[in-house]
């Protein structure tokens, strides 16, 4: 069973737009949790990562929250851009066991319409 | 933008052939890793090395195997390609010393393989 749950599974919003993307996460014991963006055909690319203290982290229009009590993180894009369009995954690591591997949600596809 | 690389990017082949697909990096990374991403689907991990001669299976279970002669390389082999070969494939890699795999990983384009 997936540890790492991402929602919505798709999202479209217009140019401009600000949008909300969710992920809830079972892995215990927590060690950090990164969001990253995957255009088309490319590889993924981290946006941000936040540790068990960290609340909030920011990356330029791209903010990211961390509830570590109730295991959810979301990321908030402001002012979306046609550029924003790519599909955003949640990775939670854990540090628990000897390898801290990695946790892979299934992303959240996002289109930005002009 | 990282510098790790994937060739080919895109690679069409028939049933029965062996395929090396070839990951390189330039930015000394000791730990580099082999995903494999179907559409829609999270990615999965199916080799990962701590550096150079070492290597070691994933979570998902592969046909594959990789090798790491040279820091900077890591292919992954496939002797005998088969239909449910087909999917992207991404290598990674990773800053830092020891066992754990929770630094920032840095991605490469992926190959996308379709086995005929």
């Known amino acids: 069973k997936n540890q790492v749950e991402q929602s919505p599974q798709s999202l479209i919003i217009l140019e401009g737009k600000n949008c909300t993307l969710q992920?809830?996460?079972?892995?215990?014991?927590?060690?950090?949790l990164r969001w990253y963006k995957q255009d088309t055909g490319r590889g993924p690319v981290s946006l941000t990562i936040?540790?068990?203290?960290?609340n909030t982290k920011s990356n330029g229009r791209y903010t990211a929250t961390l509830d570590a009590d109730t295991k959810q993180s979301s990321l908030h894009i402001t002012a979306s851009q046609l550029s924003d369009s790519a599909s955003y995954i949640c990775v939670v690591s854990d540090r628990g066991s000897t390898l801290g591997r990695l946790y892979f949600g299934r992303g959240t596809q996002l289109t930005v319409w002009p | 933008e990282a510098d790790i690389y994937q060739t080919p990017r895109y690679l069409v082949i028939g049933t029965g052939k062996k395929i090396t697909l070839e990951c390189s990096q330039t930015?000394?990374?000791?730990?580099m890793y082999w995903y494999q991403q179907d559409p829609g689907m999270e990615l999965h991990l199916i080799h990962y090395?701590?550096?150079?001669?070492?290597?070691e299976k994933g979570d998902l279970s592969s046909e594959s195997t990789v090798s790491r002669i040279r820091t900077e390389h890591f292919p992954l082999t496939l002797e005998s390609a088969r239909p449910s070969h087909t999917s992207q494939y991404l290598c990674?890699?990773?800053?830092?010393?020891?066992?754990?795999?929770?630094?920032?990983?840095?991605f490469g384009p992926g190959t996308r393989l379709l086995v005929l």
């Open positions: 930015m000394g990374h000791d730990k």
């Open positions: 936040m540790t068990f203290s960290e």
């Open positions: 992920c809830n996460y079972t892995v215990s014991p927590f060690s950090n």
């Open positions: 990674a890699s990773s800053v830092g010393k020891g066992k754990k795999h929770q630094e920032t990983q840095y």
């Open positions: 090395s701590y550096g150079v001669n070492s290597t």
